[in-house]
């Protein structure tokens, strides 16, 4: 997709108000609009994509989003785990690749479409969905290990699919896409602190918040301390780690799936940002969206780099 088709979904001033040039009209409107909304990073490296590569990626997406939505939705964890088991067994209909089976939602049917042209893994799928059951209304991490551990399922695994449907199936590509699931989903942990009261979650490791003597109450009132900023900077370090890993195997990445990684961008900005106000995850300048990262996207995106 070039520079002027990327323009269309930035927003233009149009009589004090914000505008976007697109209107929904497919299935395919449907969930690059719900990927938009939802997950504005992701979706303006998913318009970098080629043509059949994005609408994958924008299926795929839309999947994830709609798996990780759940939580928020609701209040009971039976509710949510059949929810859950609803998109399971959609899954389940789509991969029979039988257009009667598949349901009559906007999602389903751009998966399914996106399944007929590429040779998806069933498995990365599943564990989308799995890892969202296993961590229902959980309200904390033990472990930096464990935050680890759930990114690996819940973000690098979106990474998997997204090459398979760009049909790239390679080591090196799976390696990067695991150390850059990594470092965003711990990126996506840190930008929820400032409103843990909201979800009723404490995203920080337990083990680093015991070690620097952090209460759950300093996070819940959104005060900075030394003491916050010490762990913050800790998980931060090792979003960063994971981040340069990524990065070092781009040698060996074939170019083909370079693009796909291109969130890397987003992710490095942030943490570059929060170096700048150091550490203080409550700064008022990390509490809004920027678009200052834009072109440095456009420039990897150029360069056949991420």
């Not at 399944?115 to 890892?131: E, Q």
Request: glycine share 2%.
């Amino acid at each position: 997709m070039n520079l002027r088709c990327v323009k269309q979904y930035l927003p233009i001033k149009n009589n004090s108000m914000k505008v976007f040039v697109r209107r929904k009209s497919t299935t395919a409107d449907y969930c690059l609009d719900y990927v938009k909304k939802y997950d504005y990073e992701n979706f303006m490296c998913v318009l970098l994509l080629k043509n059949t590569a994005r609408s994958s990626a924008v299926a795929v997406r839309s999947f994830n989003i709609e798996v990780a939505r759940i939580s928020e939705q609701v209040t009971q964890k039976n509710t949510g785990l059949m929810r859950l088991k609803f998109w399971e067994d959609l899954i389940d209909k789509v991969f029979t690749k039988d257009a009667t089976k598949v349901p009559q939602h906007p999602v389903a049917i751009e998966l399914f479409k996106a399944i007929l042209s590429a040779d998806f893994t069933k498995r990365h799928f599943k564990t989308l969905i799995t890892s969202r059951s296993e961590y229902m209304n959980r309200s904390t991490f033990s472990t930096l290990e464990d935050i680890e551990k759930y990114t690996e399922k819940t973000v690098s695994h979106v990474y998997y699919l997204i090459l398979e449907g760009n049909k790239i199936k390679n080591i090196h590509a799976d390696h990067a896409a695991s150390h850059l699931g990594k470092a965003q989903g711990i990126v996506q942990q840190l930008r929820t602190i400032p409103i843990s009261k909201q979800i009723n979650m404490i995203c920080l490791p337990q083990e680093i918040l015991a070690k620097n003597k952090v209460s759950h109450e300093e996070i819940l009132r959104g005060k900075k301390s030394d003491r916050l900023t010490e762990s913050v900077y800790e998980v931060a370090g090792r979003a960063h780690q994971h981040l340069s890993m990524a990065r070092k195997l781009i040698g060996q990445v074939p170019k083909e799936a370079r693009d796909v990684l291109l969130p890397a961008v987003n992710v490095d900005f942030y943490l570059d940002r929060l170096q700048k106000v150091h550490y203080d995850i409550f700064h008022p300048s990390l509490q809004h969206r920027s678009w200052t990262w834009l072109p440095k996207l456009w420039l990897m995106h150029y360069r056949n780099q991420y």
